[in-house]
C-alpha cells in the first residue's frame, strides 16, 4: 500500500505540475469553476421561486445535494474522467503494453494516471455551499450525521468510480469509446437534483441501475439526519459489491488484451 500511495504523490505532483505551468490558465479555471457554481445553483433558485419545498427538500436542504454534486464532479472531472481517456488513447495505440509491463497493478496506474488540478475549486465550492445552507437551516450538523454523510460520500465515489471502470473495461472491446465519457457525464449531470424529484421508473433507475442517488442525495440526507441505517448499511454494501463486480470485469478484460503492436 505504501507503494502505491508514493506513486499517487508522484502522479498527482507530475500532473500539479503541468497544470500550474501556466498560472495565468489555473486562476482562470478557478474563475470559470465560480461561474459554473453560478449556472449549477441557477435551475435550484428558479424551481423554488415562490415554492417553499418540492419533493419534501426545502432550498437549503437542495443545496447539500448541489454541494455533494460538486464534490463528486470535481473528482469525476479532476481525476477518472481524464484517466478514462488516457487509458482510451494507451488502448488505441498499443501503449498500454508499457502499464502492464510495471510492477504494480495496472488498475491502480490507469485510474489515477492524470489529474486536473484545478478541479479543487469545485471541490472547496462544494463545501463552502454546504457550509452556506446550514448557515441558511440556523443549525449545524450532529457529529454522527456528518459522520454518515462522509461514509455515504465515499461509498458514493466508490458507485461513480466503479461505473467508468466498467466503461474502460468496455474500452478493451470496443476501442472507439470516447463519447461515452460525455454520455456518463450527461447521466451524472441528474445527481444535482434529489432524487425524490424524480417518478416512477426514473427513480428506480437513478437508484439502482446508475446510482446517481447514492453518489448525492444519500449523502444529503445522511447529513441531514434524515438516512436510515438500514439504507445507509444496504447503500454501502451495494457500493462494495459493484466495485467489486467492476474489478473482476477489469481482470477478464485484461485477459483478453491483445496488443496493438501485435
Known sequence: MTRYFKLL????????AAGMAYRADFLLEGVMALAWMGLTLLPIKVLFDGRGSVA???EPSAYLVIAFFMAVRAVMEGVVSPSFVDLVERIRSGAFDYVLLKPVDAQAIVSASRFEPWKTFD?????ALAIYA???RGAPPAVADLALALLMFVAGLFAMY???ILCAAASFWVVRLDNLTYLLGAIFDTARWPVQVFRGIWRFVFTFVIPVAVMTTYPAMALLGRLGMRTALVTIGG????LVFSRLVWRAAIRSYTSASS
Open 239 to 242: 457500493a462494495i459489491l459493484l
Open 9 to 16: 504523490l508522484v502522479q498527482l505532483r507530475v500532473s500539479a
Open 123 to 127: 471541490l472547496l465550492g462544494g463545501i
Open 134 to 136: 446550514f448557515t441558511l
Open 56 to 58: 419534501g427538500w426545502d
Open 162 to 164: 466503479s461505473l467508468w
